[in-house]
């Protein structure tokens, strides 16, 4: 694979220097394998960099795959030699050409072509060396890739076996071997767990030969590799040899959680957080932190079933949970969620048929296993985290899965996916204790958190005991759901430790209940911690500890009244926090199952090797293009959600300096970077993980996002670069300022067309004036007003016009308020307003029900609205009855207006059919509504300094008629219920304008 360039004690002065030693070590590679009885011809050289294996194979370097052939940035730089491409003579193929992940794989499968091997030995996965795993995964890659093409035979008869150079750095605690055999050489028995011991074969009557040939590498001679190439002169070689067939594999790798189980149960470990359930969309995608570390099984759904299935019987069958993770599925994920917030666009049927299914399975065939909640959001099931919705853990994974056992979070004090939620929410810090309670409101019953030191775990906790003791105050938890959950977990307490436990919720107060629904770590670097950690869990009843030092177990169970839930990570490959032994990884063992299926002569459903692109940014022109091709909606929604997002930047900034300090920079914001020393700077993004998810997801969908964010740089771009630096950061708002009007110079052009907007109402004053001035200054909708009566029915709180005058009065005070809201059109049905009256009857008898159902019909196809809004609610017992009335007749309406064979002589008058797409109307208390969207009223519009509230209220001062005492200031979010749709696409309705195209 390399040429061993890279592998030297000191530091060689220039590249030309390592470029002669991996010359002169693939000379000695010829004379050693030589001494071995192979020919020159025998031998290949890939001749790619040293130590650069496991990056290639990660991709992690530059790579652009619309244009690689003009850009030397796009191949990986050796450490040693700076060179994108192999400098040697004797070089194989595609390495001459550039180093690439995918040169190295086609070099790998041309060689594999040519041969037909029989069998393949390659280097164990938990070698100690990168480039040595590296290796490993390159092979069995190559070898999918070619199997699924089913056109090579021959790999069907294929035998692997793995060998291992570099063990894996482990220690030992207690004096507990981690050994088969302790008293056997380091090399003879590493720690790697399989069902079958490895195959030893003898080789005496080749030490000779081997002497001689490690004897040729005389660049190693001298230095400290001289004793570790010694150490292969042995009687004995160790291999360990592939399952044959897929039954002996499932049956190895249950086999081996149970082994390494058993090993954890016997230090006091009751708990595994690493069973990873998760459905890769292409292993290859080395954006996703899980493909990337090699955490992923596979990218077939009941592939990793039969695999998790495995290794949770194993694990449970020694009394160890396994919680199976994470849940609903980050197979898909391009962002990790401790440093991020992912937003996975899956549909609720794509997570069903593919990353639901390990955990359907587990749950049918009733076996023991806790479930670990992700922090992405899944727009298609919730807008919140999934560790904080109810939808996913509540709905979907209790009701539609009918999983009946413990549920707990992913960490939630640190993960920035939280943080980045809690930021976005306005949650104050600290924010862990509404967390936490968000989370059991959700369905979680174990809130998982971790800290530096005991000092902070008690900090924590009492937040977090203060935070839900609130909410049960108020009503947002029930304490018998806190009740159920803890009975939950004393269960699974009984079911580990033998002994009666559920009694002592009975005797529980509020406090230790909350305790018990709590998880956490712990750090013992001096004495004094593992002390306080112990006073820590006298005054609080955890659910459990996940110890850093396994020593300290002892003393933690020792020191609680209720047993305590001990927790370690083993995800296949690596046992971590406590212990330090490995196992095959869950990447190989998946490979390793892909291959015996497809030896088998079995099609893996929807398997696909192709290699899954990475989607670059556009270059300017490619948007450009795109661009042309955004709908009116789309349009519309990219220049409301760029301008928003400055807004909410001057906002952010105007804190700060009010506060006077600068603060972490809120760049989380929109792709504009804003450093403290005033400077700002648009960075450029190769993919869309790597925008601001805050940013990216107010835009209706992945193209919309790329257009915005090369308008937004060509405006930066063009912005003076005097506007660019400052020397003081108080300068920062005016020039955001400054930028903001760029930015809406420019998206003014971008398209005249809106989106129309109808508000319903009965009287004048009834109009939707918060949802009238939100529509119309934040997205710049059509605003329309469409009114039954004229008022001329109401009372005159100023004067003495009564009837036709007072209507002519209270007409000219609606048009004052419309412009003020930003309505282009007030229309009027010229219903007579009588009264007030609770009798919908009475209504109909007064308007005539057919002549007011055909008016709607015309004004809706007069004024095409996509929505159609009112304030006014039909279930409202206490509403005027000439509202009620008004909003029955207009349900009606929505469905007849885009009729084709309704009112034809309106037809025939050109006012042809028109169907609008949404009907909302505000929602109110008593109505429990099944979608919900809420409006914000006291957000600012900038310019203007104003809220839409601020607005509404301005606007309803106009109606003096009516009595401006009578406005009181209102508080709060304001919501709406969909009533109607006529909208086609499934869409979360997480917004007004959600599915309309």
Not at 321 to 335: R, Y
Not at 344 to 372: A, C, G, Q, T
Not at 408 to 415: G, K, Q, R, V
Request: proline letters at 5%; charged letters at 30%.
């Amino acid at each position: 694979m390399t040429n061993g360039d890279g592998n030297i004690a000191e530091e060689l002065p220039a590249p030309e220097d390592y470029i002669s030693l991996g010359e002169k070590r693939q000379q000695e590679a010829l004379r050693a394998t030589g001494k071995l009885g192979l020919k020159e011809e025998d031998i290949i050289f890939l001749s790619y960099p040293d130590t650069g294996l496991s990056s290639l194979w990660r991709e992690s370097y530059n790579v652009n795959r619309e244009n690689s052939k003009a850009a030397p940035y796009n191949f990986y730089k050796s450490k040693t030699t700076k060179k994108i491409f192999s400098p040697y003579k004797i070089t194989y193929n595609h390495a001459k050409k550039g180093c690439t992940r995918e040169n190295l794989l086609l070099d790998i499968k041309d060689i594999l072509k040519e041969y037909k091997p029989k069998s393949i030995y390659t280097p164990h996965l938990l070698d100690g060396s990168p480039d040595h795993q590296a290796t490993t995964r390159l092979v069995f890659d190559a070898l999918n890739e070619l199997a699924g093409t089913g056109r090579h035979s021959w790999i069907g008869s294929l035998g692997v076996s793995y060998y291992l150079i570099h063990p894996p750095v482990m220690e030992s605690e207690q004096g507990y071997s981690i050994w088969p055999d302790k008293n056997s050489a380091l090399l003879d028995a590493p720690a790697v767990f399989t069902e079958k011991p490895p195959r030893s074969e003898n080789i005496v009557s080749f030490k000779q030969n081997k002497r001689e040939a490690l004897e040729e590498y005389r660049t190693q001679l001298d230095t400290e590799e001289k004793i570790f190439l010694e150490s292969f002169i042995k009687d004995n070689e160790i291999f360990w040899d592939a399952p044959p067939d897929k039954l002996s594999h499932l049956s190895e790798v249950r086999d081996e959680w149970e082994r390494v189980g058993r090993i954890m149960q016997n230090q006091g470990y009751n708990v595994n957080f690493g069973v990873i359930a998760d459905i890769a969309d292409s292993l290859e995608n080395m954006r996703n932190p899980l493909a990337r570390k090699g955490r992923m099984y596979s990218e077939h759904s009941s592939l990793v079933a039969e695999l998790v299935l495995s290794a949770v019987t194993g694990m449970d069958k020694t009394g160890v949970i396994p919680v199976v993770k994470h849940f609903p599925g980050l197979g898909s994920n391009n962002a990790d969620t401790h440093i991020s917030l992912p937003v996975i666009k899956k549909s609720k049927k794509e997570l069903y048929k593919r990353d639901l299914v390990p955990f359907k399975e587990l749950i049918k065939k009733n076996v023991h296993f806790w479930v670990m909640s992700d922090h992405a959001i899944y727009p298609y099931l919730s807008q919140e985290p999934a560790s904080l919705s109810y939808a996913v853990q509540t709905q979907v994974l209790r009701k539609k899965l009918g999983f009946e056992g413990v549920i707990i979070t992913d960490e939630l004090l640190n993960m920035q996916a939280i943080e980045e939620y809690a930021r976005i929410e306005k949650i104050k810090e600290p924010y862990i204790g509404e967390i936490i309670v968000r989370a059991f409101q959700s369905g979680a019953d174990i809130g998982l958190f971790y800290v530096d030191s005991p000092q902070q775990a008690k900090k924590v906790i009492i937040e977090v005991i203060n935070s839900v003791k609130q909410a049960v105050v108020k009503g947002k938890i029930k304490e018998e759901e806190i009740d159920a959950s803890v009975r939950r977990i004393l269960k699974d307490k009984e079911r580990i430790f033998k002994q009666p436990l559920e009694h002592f919720l009975k005797e529980m107060t509020l406090k230790e209940k909350i305790s018990q629904k709590l998880f956490t770590d712990a750090y013992t670097s001096k004495e004094e911690d593992t002390r306080e950690w112990l006073e820590i869990l006298k005054e609080y009843n955890l659910a459990g500890i996940l110890p850093r030092n396994s020593k300290i177990i002892p003393q933690l169970q020792n020191n609680s009244k209720i047993p305590l839930f001990i927790a370690t990570q083993y995800e296949g490959g690596l046992i971590t926090y406590g212990h330090n032994f490995c196992t095959r990884s869950a990447y190989i063992m998946g490979k390793e199952s892909e291959r015996l299926i497809l030896k088998a002569g079995i099609k893996i459903p929807s398997l696909s090797f192709r290699k899954t692109k990475i989607r670059h940014l556009y270059s300017e022109r490619q948007a450009s293009s795109l661009f042309s091709k955004l709908n009116k909606a789309r349009r519309q929604a990219l220049a409301a959600s760029l301008l928003n997002s400055i807004d909410k930047l001057i906002t952010a900034w105007s804190e700060l300096e009010e506060k006077g300090y600068t603060a972490p920079n809120p760049n989380h914001l929109s792709p504009l970077t804003i450093y403290s020393n005033g400077r700002f700077e648009i960075k450029p993004y190769e993919d869309m993980a790597d925008l601001p998810v805050a940013w990216t997801k107010k835009f209706p969908d992945e193209d919309t996002a790329l257009c915005a964010y090369y308008l937004f740089k060509k405006t930066f771009d063009d912005w003076p670069d005097s506007q660019k630096r400052a020397e003081e950061a108080k300068s920062i708002v005016s020039r955001l300022v400054s930028f903001r009007e760029r930015v809406e110079e420019q998206t003014s052009k971008i398209d005249k067309s809106r989106i129309r907007i109808l508000c319903l109402a009965g009287h004048p004053d009834d109009e939707d004036g918060e949802a009238l001035a939100y529509f119309s200054k934040k997205f710049n909708c059509e605003t329309y007003v469409l009114l039954a009566t004229r008022g001329e029915g109401g009372e005159n709180k100023i004067g003495s016009a009564r009837k036709e005058k007072l209507g002519l009065l209270r007409t000219k005070e609606m048009e004052k308020a419309a412009s003020i809201l930003g309505v282009k059109k007030v229309y009027y049905l010229g219903k007579t307003d009588f009264g007030y009256t609770s009798s919908v009857e009475e209504v109909f008898k007064q308007w005539g029900k057919e002549d007011t159902l055909e008016k709607l019909v015309y004004f809706i196809r007069l004024i095409k609205p996509q929505i159609i809004i009112t304030k006014h609610n039909e279930a409202n017992s206490r509403e005027h009855g000439q509202h009620q009335a008004l909003i029955m007749l207009a349900k009606e309406a929505f469905d007849l207006a885009g009729g084709p064979r309704v009112y034809p002589g309106m037809i025939a008058d050109g006012r042809l059919p028109w169907q609008p797409l949404k009907f909302y109307q505000r929602a109110i208390e008593m109505n429990a509504f099944p979608v919900k969207i809420t409006i914000n009223p006291d957000e600012y519009i900038f310019p203007g300094n104003k809220t839409y509230r601020q607005i509404s209220m301005e606007a309803l001062r106009q109606h003096r008629t009516q009595g401006i005492s009578k406005w009181f200031k209102e508080t709060g979010d304001v919501s709406y219920q969909l009533v109607a749709s006529k909208v086609k696409q499934v869409c979360p309705e997480g917004s007004f304008f959600a599915g309309i195209n």
